[in-house]
Every structure is written in structure tokens, then in C-alpha cells.
């Protein structure tokens, strides 16, 4: 907690948090192990096509998130992202800040011997509305949504195979407004080799469940699919190719996603 509590580290991470934009939830390769720095940038853009029977709207996002570990048996993670959007859908265009996310809990590694290790993230946190609800498409969601989940990493004793899962659960507070709005679990597992000290690649799934009304039952199931490249010259840097196409939906938008990601581990 020392570490956590330090200036620079602090003002490391608030700068950071509140330039970032990114999707927070936990789909990548070992996400859930700590970081080899304390302190781990992300910076990236993220496309989406979303279609339904109305019309299809396609979205833009640069994606800056900023991560921070302490300890390495045990300690702590942060996490915040605030997207930067742009958005068209149905003729209309918008731009602009999203909603904040801010996340936080324990962290920790399990040494398993020959079987290998397990390493474990828990964490909660909110979505602040920062994001304009008025315009349209929309920025933000206008409500606070409580988060709470865990990720965790298994990996082989040469730390080359992995499987890593992801749990969320999201409760929309919708203050000021009448209307409801459904909680959802967010959900993933992806499956990863590393194939030397340059490339990794993986496949998943990850999907999206409503519950409550007034979309009970409603989900989105994804494929996703998972290429890391890191720099020989200088491992701090990596870059990241991911690709999502829906393969079963209930009342959810067809999705495909395509994002590229540059990350850089922070030395101390």
C-alpha cells in the first residue's frame, strides 16, 4: 500500500485515468497476472459495427487506459479509462468524451509447481456519467453503473500456454431518470500459446447477458481472436491486434470489432 499512497505513482495514475478511453472489461492475453512494471499504458483504436434490423451504426474509439500493480505474491490493482468517441448511427454523427471508469481490489499469484501457476484479479468500481446522454448517438449512458469481478491466468511451469477468464457483474443506477434499465454479466475465457519471445496468439469467447427488465434474457455471444507482437529491440512495448464477430445474439445488435493496441510497461 506504500507504493499506492507514493506521489508519483498517484499522479501517475489520475493523469492517465482521466485522459484514457477504453472498454475496461477483462478480454486479453493474461490479464490476469501482474504486469511486469507497476505502472502499464494502453494505447488504441477500436471499431465497431453494430447492426440491427433498423439500420447499422459504426463506432470509433481511441482507447488510452492506464493499469497499476503492487506487490507481486500479493498487493493491489487500479485500473481507469475514459473514452474519447465517434459515434454515427442512422444518419446522425457525434463525438466526444464517454463515460469514466474507475476500478480497484486485491491482486495475487499462486505457485502451483509443476502444474504451473495461477495468478488472480478482483476489483469494483463505477461508471461515472462524463459522457453526454443528450445528443444523439449518444456519448454516455446519464447513470452510474456499480462494477464488481474477477480475472484469473493459469499458466503452464514454462509459461507458454494459458487460460485466462474474466467475470463482471454491472448494476445501472439510472438517478434522475425515469426509466429502467437491466444489470448484465459480462464474461470471458480466452485460450493463448506463446510461440516464442516475439509472438503470441489466441481465440475466446466473450459474451454479454441482461438481466432484469426490461430486457431480461437478452445476450450477445463473441468470438474473438488475438495476436501479440513484442518488440525484440525493447520488450517495454508490444503491439496487439484483436478481432470480435457475434455468433449467437437474443435481442442484441449484430457486432463485429476490430482494434489495434500499443502498450508500454512503465520502468521504475
Do not use: C
Not at 12 to 38: E, V, W, Y
Not at 108 to 136: C, F, M
Not at 257 to 263: I, K, P, S
Amino acid at each position: 500500500m506504500k507504493s499506492l499512497k507514493t506521489p508519483l505513482a498517484s499522479a501517475a495514475l489520475l493523469a492517465t485515468t482521466l485522459l484514457s478511453p477504453m472498454q475496461t472489461k477483462a478480454d486479453d492475453f493474461i490479464i490476469g497476472t501482474r504486469g511486469p512494471t507497476p505502472i502499464q499504458f494502453d494505447h488504441g483504436i477500436n471499431y465497431t459495427r453494430r447492426e440491427t434490423t433498423q439500420g447499422a451504426s459504426d463506432n470509433w474509439i481511441q482507447s488510452n487506459v492506464v493499469k497499476f500493480w503492487t506487490g507481486k505474491e500479493l498487493g493491489f490493482f487500479a485500473i481507469g479509462a475514459l473514452p474519447y468517441k465517434f459515434l454515427e448511427a442512422n444518419g446522425m454523427e457525434s463525438s466526444g468524451l464517454g463515460d469514466l471508469t474507475l476500478k480497484l481490489g486485491p491482486r495475487g499469484t499462486l505457485d502451483l509447481g509443476k502444474q504451473g501457476s495461477l495468478h488472480w484479479i478482483t476489483s469494483a468500481g463505477a461508471s461515472l456519467p462524463v459522457g453526454d446522454a443528450e445528443t444523439r448517438p449518444a456519448l454516455g449512458t446519464g447513470r452510474y453503473d456499480f462494477k464488481g469481478g474477477f480475472t484469473t491466468t493459469w499458466l503452464d511451469a514454462k509459461k507458454r500456454n494459458e487460460i485466462t477468464t474474466a467475470f463482471e457483474y454491472t448494476k445501472p443506477v439510472t438517478l434522475y431518470q425515469d426509466r429502467a434499465v437491466s444489470d448484465e454479466i459480462n464474461a470471458g475465457f480466452i485460450l493463448g500459446r506463446k510461440l516464442n519471445e516475439t509472438w503470441r496468439i489466441g481465440a475466446g469467447l466473450r459474451g454479454t447477458y441482461k438481466l432484469g427488465e426490461p430486457s431480461d434474457g437478452d445476450y450477445i455471444l463473441k468470438a474473438r481472436t488475438l495476436v501479440r507482437y513484442t518488440f525484440p529491440q525493447n520488450k517495454m512495448w508490444h503491439l496487439e491486434l484483436i478481432a470480435d464477430k457475434s455468433i449467437a445474439t437474443r435481442n442484441m445488435p449484430e457486432e463485429t470489432m476490430g482494434a489495434v493496441l500499443a502498450r508500454y510497461n512503465f520502468k521504475h
